[in-house]
T-cell receptor
Framework: DGGITQSPKYLFRKEGQNVTLSCEQNLNHDAMYWYRQDPGQGLRLIYY???????QKGDIAEGYSVSREKKESFPLTVTSAQKNPTAFYLC???????????FGSGTRLTVV | GNSVTQMEGPVTLSEEAFLTINCTYT??????LFWYVQYPGEGLQLLLKATKADDKGSNKGFEATYRKETTSFHLEKGSVQVSDSAVYFC????????????FGAGTILRVKS
């Protein structure tokens, strides 16, 4: 079955560490997105990529980095510069056009 | 700019009650409209969508009609079940802005048996 897979489901980070969240899709979608969700809040766009080897900052890109070396993969690195990284992170993908997104099941990141 | 406003929750209903969750939008350009549902600890699932005025999206007993004159896309269901308890997000995308989704803040629905 086609889908979008995020791993790990839970991730714990120590202060000052960088961590990388994985997002892989086998839907042959062109565009991929990373969102952050805080408790009781909506989704905020971190980064997005519409084609391989190209990506753009979203509304809250500071302290995050991404790469898009393959169409299927769009990993997100949460760097030590991100001051409040504890959140639920969602990856999504879509074809070009008004189709809506397919979401992964999310990664919950906690700073310990 | 593009934005979505949803009614604040939580919305608490008894089983078999009628559900309405209001959603209004502002958009530059001609938006497509979506409703997503999020169950606890999970990602978002597309519930329904509409891409032009007067279209009605429907799925699993939920319906929403694209009303251009009132810039609204209210979600309705005639008889809710406990299993419908979740967070519901209204969203829009505009082709001129690369079809990026813009989300509302989400509305928590709690259904009691």
């Amino acid at each position: 079955d086609g889908g979008i897979t995020q791993s790990p489901k839970y991730l714990f980070r120590k202060e000052g560490q960088n961590v990388t969240l994985s997002c892989e899709q086998n839907l042959n979608h062109d565009a991929m997105y990373w969102y952050r969700q805080d408790p009781g809040q909506g989704l905020r766009l971190i980064y997005y990529s519409q084609i391989v080897n190209d990506f753009q900052k979203g509304d809250i890109a500071e302290g995050y980095s991404v790469s898009r070396e393959k169409k299927e993969s769009f990993p997100l690195t949460v760097t030590s510069a991100q001051k409040n990284p504890t959140a639920f992170y969602l990856c999504a993908s879509t074809l070009a056009g008004p189709y809506g997104y397919t979401f992964g099941s999310g990664t919950r990141l906690t700073v310990v | 700019g593009n934005s979505v406003t949803q009614m604040e929750g939580p919305v608490t209903l008894s089983e078999e009650a009628f559900l309405t969750i209001n959603c209004t939008y502002t958009a530059t350009g001609y938006p497509s409209l979506f409703w997503y549902v999020q169950y606890p600890g999970e990602g978002l699932q597309l519930l329904l969508k509409a891409t032009k005025a007067d279209d009605k999206g429907s799925n699993k007993g939920f319906e929403a009609t694209y009303r251009k004159e009132t810039t609204s896309f209210h979600l309705e269901k005639g008889s809710v079940q406990v299993s419908d308890s979740a967070v519901y997000f209204c969203a829009l995308s505009v082709m001129e802005y690369g079809n990026k989704l813009v989300f509302g803040a989400g509305t928590i629905l709690r259904v009691k048996s």
